[in-house]
């Protein structure tokens, strides 16, 4: 099992990401620009992976993670196109 799997960890992840999102939308709601808040946040999360799990592992990480939002996207661009076409039926 991978050592990050573990159910403490994914609660302790699904509890970080909570606050991490109520953070951002305090920040919003005060004025600040959503783009910077989340670039921000993604800049000092890679930066924070690199230097626990180094370059090599950051980036591998960080390129599954495109591949994943890659194929949502394809996913979501396949459903928009059935819809579009059931829609003309």
């Known amino acids: ?3 990050y799997m ?3 960890n994914a609660t302790l ?3 970080l990401a909570d606050q991490w999102q109520k953070l951002a939308i305090e920040l919003i709601k005060k004025g ?8 921000s946040l993604l800049t ?3 930066a ?3 230097e626990v799990l180094g370059k ?3 980036a591998a990480r960080l ?4 591949e994943q939002l890659s194929e949502q996207v394809r996913q979501q661009k396949e459903a928009l196109k059935e819809a579009s076409n059931a829609t003309k039926n």
Do not use: S, Y
């Open 1 to 3: 099992m991978d050592r």
């Open 13 to 15: 992840r699904i509890q």
């Open 56 to 58: 090599e592992v950051a």
């Open 32 to 39: 600040l620009p959503a783009d910077i808040i989340f670039e």
């Open 44 to 46: 000092v999360g890679l």
């Open 6 to 8: 573990t159910d403490d």
């Open 63 to 66: 390129a599954a993670i495109a």
């Open 48 to 50: 924070g992976q690199v």
